[in-house]
């Protein structure tokens, strides 16, 4: 084992016009080691390991690779020399098939640049068997899981010959069976000699298969420990900087009358893909309902055709008795708050200042908002309301007329939830609603989501997460091929076992 | 049946220049860059290629010229588009306006003239009997004796689907319209690609409309392009950029071009045959996204 394998050296990092995203921050990778990089969304991870990998240039600071001073420009030389990256966001071409995704790039060609796809697809199923890796390499990338896809990022490596494997956040997407998956291909690749850093903030998993681990926060690096007798509150005191509460609390709670009733929606897409295939759920006052699902599975459908963004073809939905299928959207965000997965295209109109952005809706249904006229809105009125929301919700912000996308993801992310929350209807839709946020917002506003609950609403609430889901819900379902295919309550079930109806749709593979 | 062979001939030379820079917007199109200057590059094609060989009496100069015309503008649309991220329709739609004023005032200026020049010093393509196909009866009536660039052209189709779908340039290419940023993650340069399928669409148009002003005829006029470039624009789309397919697709614009010009030969008003072409493009344009529409809603 060497200790001068990659050492980088206070390396800054300034993104226009203000954003300090690295501070002068030094770390040391060991070779062979699984060195684990945690730290909160914005902490700097994620650039740091763009910077080793050539695809951020730092502003200064020195990186050593092997003893010797680099200065990759590019991923290209970082790939040269035998560092590789697998990104949050998957780099894959849907449309191509596994073994044209693992060669792209690297493609095995004659002189005059004819694909040698014989070739190339032996290279590619070796690699797929001599790993285990369980993958038929002429399906096309679109038409597998995230959990496949994630295997053939790990192909491409593979068939690049890397050795230093940098994974940002790879654990995000998959269910727990799948990161077990992945954890046993780790230790294999370490015990073959690769090194591997691994970023993420999910501390369980970092103080299960790390040797070391580098705790950053703001930019800067607070501490280099090794894995022997760390516990996770002193992994959350270094990365946040105060104590952080591990589970909300949820009061028991009998839940009251149904709010929402779907009866047998099925829903087949313009590719003719069934995505709904008789789904039905109630959701009752004082209620928090989890949907847990691998994506794609009908899980997005399902809100769309709640809020009507999608006609279902087939069956009915109740809102409170009232059947609301046949309602525009704008008739229907009467009677539901919904906060939806994507943020910035769906749930805010980013270049409006943060007093637009939370008025929206309101400006709809909230008739104290009018101005002398009817058809006018009262800037004085708005300006309240919009301010109202930003106390409440603790929106940090110096004024209401700043744009949108000045805000920081978890800001953003207070102020929607602030706005669906103010509009004070009984069915809430939570779609992700934590996702990529800070342990302070995610906390928050799952505290809100709680208070929701307590007041008597009724909520839905979709969310990878599974922790999320644990300790929120009161009844868990699981979708899988657009369906429902599990109901379980929390303190019956596990993780496992939800992983399990998730992957296969059934419990241990028995399909009933 | 001597009038049907007349239009099926003049539906393959109305076909060639379309089908040429179609092939040129395919490139761009699977890179995913919106090349509206097609009819520019042709334009400028046009016009260097009787320069060319006005000036030097050869009509493959004329052509080499002309392809060179279309590069110069690809070079300029990369320049801004591609390096400067400029919106490609803003500077797509500046070249093409460039191009109809610069061939006119240099027209104008060079030779006094106005509308077209006509010289007998302009050489066009001479026509070239295949060995083979010119002994099959009726068909030999159709297919041979063409300018001698109809037949590069089909080279040219052939030799663009391999690289597209045989190539490990093709595979690149493809996946930099779907996501550049793979590509670049691979330390794979997808500005440079965008850049090279740029210059490619700007050499095969300049070579299409160096057809149009030596292949059918040997003139310039001003504008002769007159929206052949919007027309492969919607080759392209309906045909997806696959090179056969938009020779296919050309031939059917072609054909009509062909029969307007046929018609206006029997003495209807030429404004009315000369619309055939256009009104072709919208009902083709209308009846394909009709069948995507039924696609996405099955």
């Known amino acids: 084992m060497h200790s001068d394998f990659i050492q980088m050296r206070s390396i800054v990092k300034v993104f226009q016009p203000a954003t300090v995203a690295l501070d002068g921050v030094s770390v040391d990778i060991n070779q062979g080691e699984i060195h684990s990089v945690i730290g909160e969304n914005g902490a700097g991870k994620s650039t740091l390991m763009k910077v080793l990998y050539g695809m951020v240039a730092p502003d200064s600071g020195e990186i050593y690779f092997k003893g010797q001073k680099v200065n990759f420009s590019s991923p290209r030389d970082a790939v040269k020399a035998g560092i590789g990256m697998i990104h949050q966001e998957l780099m894959l071409i849907p449309s191509y098939t596994i073994w044209e995704n693992v060669v792209l790039g690297a493609e095995p060609a004659n002189r005059l640049g004819r694909l040698e796809s014989k070739e190339a697809r032996a290279q590619v199923q070796a690699l797929v068997d001599e790993y285990d890796l369980g993958l038929s390499i002429d399906e096309r990338v679109a038409d597998v899981s995230v959990g496949a896809r994630q295997k053939v990022e790990i192909l491409k490596l593979l068939y690049r010959d890397i050795d230093t494997l940098i994974m940002d956040e790879p654990t995000a997407v998959l269910t727990p069976q799948e990161i077990r998956e992945l954890f046993r291909w780790v230790s294999q690749a370490k015990a073959a000699g690769r090194t591997i850093i691994f970023i993420s903030h999910k501390l369980a998993e970092v103080l299960e298969i790390s040797d070391r681990i580098t705790v950053m926060r703001r930019g800067k690096t607070i501490t280099t420990v090794e894995n022997k007798g760390l516990d996770k509150s002193f992994l959350a005191r270094a990365m946040v900087g105060r104590d952080v509460v591990f589970s909300v609390s949820k009061p028991p709670q009998e839940p009251g009358q149904t709010i929402l009733a779907a009866e047998n929606l099925h829903y087949t897409d313009a590719d003719g893909q069934k995505k709904l295939d008789g789904v039905s759920l109630k959701v009752r006052r004082g209620e928090i309902v989890g949907l847990a699902g691998v994506e794609g599975n009908g899980q997005f459908e399902l809100v769309q055709a709640l809020v009507g963004l999608i006609q279902p073809q087939q069956g009915s939905i109740k809102l409170k008795g009232q059947e609301i299928v046949p309602l525009p959207i704008s008739k229907r965000r009467e009677l539901m708050s919904y906060v939806p997965q994507d943020r910035k295209s769906w749930g805010s109109a980013q270049p409006l200042s943060l007093q637009e952005n939370v008025i929206m809706t309101h400006h709809m249904t909230n008739t104290a908002l009018q101005g002398r006229l009817r058809w006018m809105l009262s800037r004085r009125k708005t300006r309240q309301l919009a301010n109202t929301i930003k106390e409440e919700f603790e929106v940090v912000v110096p004024n209401i007329d700043v744009p949108f996308f000045a805000l920081s993801g978890g800001n953003q992310q207070r102020a929607i939830v602030g706005r669906e929350f103010m509009l004070d209807n009984d069915l809430v839709i939570l779609d992700q609603p934590t996702r990529g946020l800070d342990v302070a917002s995610i906390e928050y506003i799952q505290e809100r989501t709680l208070q929701k609950r307590a007041d008597g609403q009724g909520i839905l609430l979709i969310s990878t997460d599974l922790d999320e889901l644990f300790s929120l819900s009161d009844r868990i379902l699981v979708m899988y091929r657009g369906q429902i295919v599990a109901d379980l309550r929390p303190e019956e079930t596990s993780p496992e076992e939800i992983g399990e109806y998730m992957l296969l749709g059934a419990k241990g593979g028995d399909n009933e | ?298």
Not at chain 2, 82 to 92: K, L, P, S
Not at chain 2, 185 to 198: A, Q
Not at chain 2, 223 to 245: D, K
């Open chain 2, 1 to 298: 049946m001597g009038l049907w062979i007349e239009i099926l001939r003049s539906s393959i030379l109305a076909a060639i220049p379309i089908a040429l820079a179609s092939l040129g917007g395919a490139f761009t199109y699977y890179t995913d860059v919106f090349n509206v200057a097609l009819e520019g590059m042709m334009l400028v094609g046009a016009f260097l290629a009787v320069i060319g060989s006005y000036f030097t009496g050869s009509w493959a100069m004329g052509l080499l010229v002309g392809a060179l015309g279309g590069l110069v503008i690809g070079i300029i649309f990369a320049l801004f588009a591609v390096y400067m991220g400029a919106d490609h329709f803003v500077t797509g739609m500046a070249l093409n306006m460039f191009a109809v004023g610069g061939t006119t005032f240099t027209l104008r200026r060079l030779f006094g003239i106005k509308g077209a020049l006509v010289s007998s010093r302009i050489v066009g393509i001479p026509s070239w009997n295949i060995p083979l196909l010119s002994k099959i009866p009726v068909l030999r009536e159709v297919i041979s004796g063409h300018p001698f660039a109809v037949y590069i052209a089909l080279l040219l189709i052939a030799l663009s689907h391999y690289l597209l779908f045989r190539t490990k340039w093709g595979l690149r290419l493809r996946a930099v319209g779907e996501d550049a940023q793979v590509l670049d993650s691979l330390g794979v340069s997808s500005r440079r690609i965008k850049t090279l399928s740029i210059l490619g669409s700007g050499i095969l148009c300049g070579f299409g409309g160096a057809f149009l002003s030596l292949g059918y005829v040997a003139l310039f006029a001003e504008g002769m392009t007159s929206g052949r470039g919007w027309i492969a624009l919607s080759v392209i789309n309906v045909s997806r950029g696959r090179p056969w397919g938009l020779l296919l697709v050309s031939l059917v614009f072609g054909f009509f071009e062909g029969l307007g010009m046929s018609l206006q030969g029997m003495g209807l008003a030429p404004q009315f045959p000369q619309m055939i072409p256009y009104i072709i493009t919208i009902v083709a344009v209308y009846v394909y996204s009709r069948r995507e529409r039924r696609v996405k809603a099955a």
